[in-house]
T-cell receptor
Framework: KQEVTQIPAALSVPEGENLVLNCSFTDSAIYNLQWFRQDPGKGLTSLLLIQSSQREQTSGRLNASLDKSSGRSTLYIAASQPGDSATYLCAASTGGSNYKLTFGKGTLLTVNP | GAVVSQHPSWVICKSGTSVKIECRSLDFQATTMFWYRQFPKQSLMLMATSNEGSKATYEQGVEKDKFLINHASLTLSTLTVTSAHPEDSSFYIC????????????FGPGTRLTVL
C-alpha cells in the first residue's frame, strides 16, 4: 500500500526566501506525482504534474523534481510571496486501472511580509 | 485547464436527513470520478472510485449503503449521504479523470457538509 509523507508539516519563512517542500513515497512504482495547493476552506489547485519518466517540471517560480529510485519529490518555490501562503499537498498515482491518488498530509506554508 | 464543478458548495442539514452532492466535468468527458473526504487539518482520504455506468468501488471502511454514488454519464457523478449524522460533517471533494490525455485528475471546489 502506497504511503506518502510530507515534511515539514508546517513552515514559516520571510518574504523573498527560496524554500523547498519535501514529499516521500514508499512504492516507487508510481505512474505520476502531482503537487497541489489548497487555500483554507477551498478545493485543490493543481500546480505541477510529473510523469514517472520525467525528472522535473517547472511553472513560473515553482519547480518540482522527482527521484523514483529514492521515493522522493521536492517542490521548490523561488522568491516566496505572502500570496504563496497555503497548504501544499503532494499525491502519488500508482496507475492501475483507475490511476488512484494517495495524498500526503500536506505542508502548511506561511510567508510573512 | 479542465474544469470540475460541485454543487452545492455548502449545505447544512438536520441529523437523519439525506444530502446529495453533484460533481460535473464541464469541458471534458470523465472516464472515472473520485470522491474524497477531508476532515479539519487532515489530508484527503479517498472514499470511492466510480466509472461511468458501473458500480462504485469503495475504499476499506467506507459504508457503501451510507454513501451512495451514481455515475450515470461521462460528465456527472453524485454522492448521496444517507441518514446523515454529525460525524459525517466534513469537506467532500470530487475529482475527475479525463478519458484522454495523461490521466491527470482535476478537482472540484469541494462541498462543506454540516450535520446538526
Amino acid at each position: 500500500k502506497q504511503e506518502v509523507t510530507q515534511i515539514p508539516a508546517a513552515l514559516s519563512v520571510p518574504e523573498g526566501e527560496n524554500l523547498v517542500l519535501n514529499c516521500s513515497f514508499t512504492d516507487s512504482a508510481i505512474y505520476n506525482l502531482q503537487w497541489f495547493r489548497q487555500d483554507p476552506g477551498k478545493g485543490l489547485t493543481s500546480l505541477l504534474l510529473i510523469q514517472s519518466s520525467q525528472r522535473e517540471q517547472t511553472s513560473g517560480r515553482l519547480n518540482a523534481s522527482l527521484d523514483k529510485s529514492s521515493g522522493r519529490s521536492t517542490l521548490y518555490i523561488a522568491a516566496s510571496q505572502p500570496g504563496d501562503s497555503a497548504t501544499y499537498l503532494c499525491a502519488a498515482s500508482t496507475g492501475g486501472s483507475n490511476y488512484k491518488l494517495t495524498f500526503g498530509k500536506g505542508t502548511l506554508l506561511t510567508v510573512n511580509p | 485547464g479542465a474544469v470540475v464543478s460541485q454543487h452545492p458548495s455548502w449545505v447544512i442539514c438536520k441529523s437523519g436527513t439525506s444530502v446529495k452532492i453533484e460533481c460535473r466535468s464541464l469541458d471534458f468527458q470523465a472516464t472515472t470520478m473520485f470522491w474524497y473526504r477531508q476532515f479539519p487539518k487532515q489530508s484527503l482520504m479517498l472514499m470511492a472510485t466510480s466509472n461511468e455506468g458501473s458500480k462504485a468501488t469503495y475504499e476499506q471502511g467506507v459504508e457503501k449503503d451510507k454513501f451512495l454514488i451514481n455515475h450515470a454519464s461521462l460528465t456527472l457523478s453524485t454522492l448521496t449521504v444517507t441518514s446523515a449524522h454529525p460525524e459525517d460533517s466534513s469537506f467532500y471533494i470530487c475529482s475527475a479523470r479525463a478519458s484522454s490525455g495523461n490521466n491527470e485528475q482535476f478537482f472540484g471546489p469541494g462541498t462543506r457538509l454540516t450535520v446538526l
